[in-house]
């Protein structure tokens, strides 16, 4: 029973050190805490890198390279440091595709695997002589190259099963990384080129295709046609066909939203304000512009809109402009009609 315990403590790792390398120094127990610790973001660097790389062997500009929450970014006035938080990613390396066509996108979304897979051989001959060391590197480098290499998701296996099945899915994956180009070095909506906005015609719906769909509401928003965003959105919210699991929440937010500045007494307002309202991982800004728009256009509650409205007002600017300057025609709208019958 002794020896069960030891094993799972410390002097337990200390006797499976000991007879698997000698007796272990403080120098190789540094090492293996950097191993125990360091293989995730490491891999995930050497990921990114990879895309950076094949990406440039293959014509496409980096835009952009997130790492956690820290992003280095492209913009007129050179590159700088900024934050921009994705939820479910450890990082992304975004780059703007080269103007050909056929695109060339297997390099690119097969370069951050590859070299995960390098780095992972090379890892392990390195570590060769520690055993113990040697698992860990490979166990949690293969658990980060299975979630990125079977297709699931956003990740590189599905985008690349998803472009390779027709034609239609490579123009739509370059109008998704020209369109985050762009708007991540500073474009507005409006001044993106019109040819991102043209329909393409697939066999199967996916989130490349909702992408777009986004991306022309995104454009009305920030024009102020909300009627028009709100048409948009429905007509997605009524197809059939299901989106993956973080765009339906944010369809339903984009749609309960445009509803409320355009048509708040619409029959779905109840539907969506019951399903959103209980949503915990909705975007901050977006949650609290809702919860105005809401109290003001629904229930008349002037105090309770400007509450969330001060709340709004208190965050950290949008990392991308175009964006936070719709959230600010939404906080302006607002404020204005609250002002408007107030003083009436």
């Known amino acids: 029973m002794k020896e069960l315990i030891d094993t799972a403590t410390g002097s337990g790792i200390n006797t499976i050190m000991t007879a698997m390398m000698g007796r272990p120094s403080w120098a190789t127990y540094a090492l293996l805490f950097i191993v125990f610790v360091g293989t995730i973001p490491i891999q995930i660097v050497v990921h990114e890198a990879g895309h950076v790389i094949f990406g440039w062997l293959t014509g496409y500009r980096l835009v952009s390279i997130r790492l956690g929450s820290l992003v280095y970014l492209k913009t007129d006035a050179g590159w700088r440091f900024g934050r921009q938080k994705i939820a479910g990613t450890g990082g992304q ?39 113990i060391m040697v698992i860990w590197w490979v166990l949690a480098s293969v658990a980060l190259i299975l979630m990125n290499g079977i297709p699931a998701g956003f990740n590189d296996a599905q985008a690349l099963r998803i472009v390779h099945r027709e034609p239609g899915n490579q123009q739509l994956l370059a109008i998704q990384l020209t ?6 070095a500073g474009y507005r909506y409006a001044e993106l080129p019109k040819t991102l906005y043209t ?13 777009q769909l986004f991306l022309e509401a995104a454009y009305d928003q920030e024009m102020g046609n909300y009627a028009q965003a709100a048409e948009i959105l429905q007509t997605a919210f009524e197809d059939d066909q299901e989106m993956v699991p973080i765009y339906a929440a944010e ?89 408007k019958e107030t003083t009436a």
């Open 93 to 131: 390396a975004l780059m703007r595709p080269p103007d050909k066509s056929p695109l060339p996108y297997r390099l690119y979304l097969c370069g951050g695997l590859l070299s995960n897979c390098v780095l992972t051989i090379i890892g392990g001959i390195v570590l060769s002589p520690w055993w």
């Open 179 to 184: 369109a985050n180009a762009l708007l991540m």
């Open 199 to 211: 329909p393409v015609s697939t066999k199967q719906r996916t989130y490349f295709n909702d992408f």
């Open 251 to 339: 369809l339903k937010q984009q749609l309960l939203l445009t509803l409320l500045l355009s048509d708040p007494q619409n029959s779905l307002v109840p539907e969506l304000w019951a399903d959103v309202s209980q949503q915990d991982n909705a975007h901050q800004r977006q949650r609290l512009i809702i919860q105005a728009v809401y109290a003001w256009y629904i229930n008349h509650d002037g105090d309770q809109a400007k509450e969330a409205l001060a709340k709004v007002q208190k965050l950290p600017a949008e990392p991308i402009r175009a964006d936070q300057e719709i959230f600010t025609r939404f906080n302006a709208q607002l404020t204005a009609d609250i002002n």
